[in-house]
């Protein structure tokens, strides 16, 4: 029968079948979780993996002090200055094509660092491997949201991937610990070869191909102005740690970063084709969402920061030991994502995150009252339970709303921005708040050169330190209070991403 012959019925019935066919769920969409899952996890451990190995690094290769800052920096200004734009080449060529790319090219960065045998090959890898993260990150997470369609399916998928999340970096604290006391600082880099080409090979099987396909026109100076002001605005916090605030070339380039982002901005309301699309950013609760995950990020990576050195420096703990004592703080977020995850689609965002954020904030108190005979098990660890349940709260509904309510089409640009407004709060947040915790106590250590008064000075950083992360907790409850808190964002969030995540067909 040729396709004249076909009643107006029959077609009608064949048009209906094919597109249930394209909004069924995936029946691969579990396993596809567990390969996203692992990806994500790729990423976040080399945010923190190399930096307990980095003293044997500087050793074997003769690195010098003035340049060792590299291997952290190198990694994290090309995955904060290059997630816009690896967000829309997500959206461009296809997330599975996306996930499977950056997943390859971290293999080969990764084997390149391990390899390395002068400190400028391991910088250009370190900045390599954040490239490719910088591809990968906005893949993962647009990944989830269009494999899951079903809201209830959603919410469980986000809570896997926001555990994921919050152990990523303590994880890579215990295993750069692990690897680099038993093998060596190299097995930090070639760890992610087995587990990068792993991910990507199972993605090839399990992942639903989507996006990509149409044809989008780069705005190239809107890659160069974004990509090139969020580089600079990294750069410059992180040369204030070792510069001074005051010094000239510090505040140039953070001058003109945010000169170059302001620009930016402009640009995108003016172009056809922007990079991050005006209606991503325009909705209010969006907005506060990004805010709140910037400010919460901040908080966390200070946290790691001043705890690890406290167990460390204070308390005396080896690399494994500090990275071991942060389990009950991944515990604690692992049960706040869960119960965030019950309750997206019930409760106005903010019912949830403002509690969170008071609660991480108290135990972040209770964590100043530590001193250099505080005992673990009944000072610490009361404190990191509901710190990380706070944060596993807020983390969660943020990242939530921040993704939500976004065409599939545009999933990699929304996933992309959430991340960078993560990456950038981590990376302005830690260096602020060492800023202030050495400013505390330089007085106080250039007064007294004992031991004892030495410690005294440390547990003095780590307290005011404390302080002020608990500040901006409480700031960003506030925010979170002022644009979340409103009924009509029950009903956001996960709930009301359900049709415009639905599969291009």
């Not at 190299?186 to 996006?211: D, E, F, S, T």
């Not at 705005?219 to 102005?225: F, N, R, T, Y």
């Not at 660890?381 to 509904?397: E, K, W």
């Not at 993704?403 to 260096?431: H, N, P, S, Y």
Request: charged fraction near 10%; include cysteine.
């Amino acid at each position: 029968m040729t396709s004249s012959e076909i009643s107006p019925d029959a077609r009608k019935a064949r048009g209906a079948k094919a597109a249930a066919a394209a909004t069924a769920p995936d029946p691969l969409r579990w396993w596809a979780l567990a390969v996203i899952a692992l990806a994500q996890l790729v990423v976040l451990l080399d945010g923190t993996i190399v930096n307990i190995a980095l003293p044997s690094a500087q050793a074997d290769l003769r690195m010098g002090d003035g340049s060792r800052q590299w291997v952290i920096s190198a990694y994290a200004l090309a995955l904060g200055g290059l997630l816009l734009l690896g967000g829309f080449l997500v959206d461009a060529v296809g997330r599975r094509r996306a996930f499977v790319l950056g997943l390859l090219g971290f293999a080969a960065a990764s084997a390149a660092g391990g390899s390395a045998s002068e400190p400028a090959v391991l910088f250009a890898a370190r900045a390599g491997q954040g490239a490719f993260a910088a591809l990968l990150a906005p893949a993962t997470l647009s990944l989830v949201m269009t494999t899951f369609t079903d809201p209830r399916e959603r919410r469980r998928a986000f809570a896997v991937f926001g555990t994921v999340s919050g152990i990523g970096s303590a994880l890579g604290l215990i295993l750069g610990g692990l690897l680099t006391e038993y093998l060596n600082w190299r097995w930090c880099m070639y760890i992610n070869v087995p587990l990068a080409l792993g991910a990507a090979l199972a993605g090839m099987r399990v992942l639903r191909p989507g996006g990509g396909g149409r044809t989008v026109r780069l705005d190239v100076i809107g890659v160069l102005l974004g990509c090139s002001g969020l580089t600079a605005v990294v750069h410059g916090f992180g040369a204030a740690e070792q510069h001074g605030w005051s010094s000239p070339g510090v505040l140039g380039v953070l001058a003109a970063g945010g000169l170059l982002v302001a620009l930016f901005a402009v640009r995108q309301r003016r172009v056809s084709h922007p990079l991050v699309p005006p209606r991503i950013v325009g909705d209010r609760q969006r907005a506060g969402a990004l805010g709140v995950a910037a400010l919460g990020h901040a908080a966390t990576f200070g946290l790691l920061l001043f705890l690890t050195y406290y167990l460390q420096a204070v308390l005396g703990y080896s690399a494994v030991a500090a990275g071991a004592a942060f389990l009950p703080l991944t515990v604690g977020m692992t049960a706040g994502v869960t119960l965030a995850t019950r309750l997206a689609g019930r409760l106005a965002p903010g019912t949830v995150i403002v509690p969170g954020l008071l609660l991480a904030a108290s135990g972040v108190v209770l964590l100043t009252r530590l001193d250099p005979g505080s005992a673990y098990v009944s000072q610490v660890l009361p404190a990191l339970l509901p710190t990380g349940f706070g944060l596993g709260c807020a983390s969660m509904t943020a990242m939530t709303v921040a993704t939500g309510g976004v065409a599939a089409r545009d999933a990699g640009r929304a996933a992309a921005l959430f991340t960078t407004a993560q990456q950038v709060g981590g990376a302005v947040g830690a260096t602020v708040l060492n800023t202030v915790a050495v400013g505390a106590a330089g007085g106080h250590l250039a007064a007294h050169l004992s031991a004892a008064a030495r410690v005294e000075a440390a547990v003095r950083q780590f307290t005011v330190a404390l302080w002020a992360v608990a500040g901006v907790l409480l700031v960003a409850a506030l925010l979170a209070a002022a644009v979340l808190c409103r009924p009509a964002a029950a009903n956001g969030g996960v709930s009301r991403i359900a049709a415009a995540a639905r599969p291009e067909g």
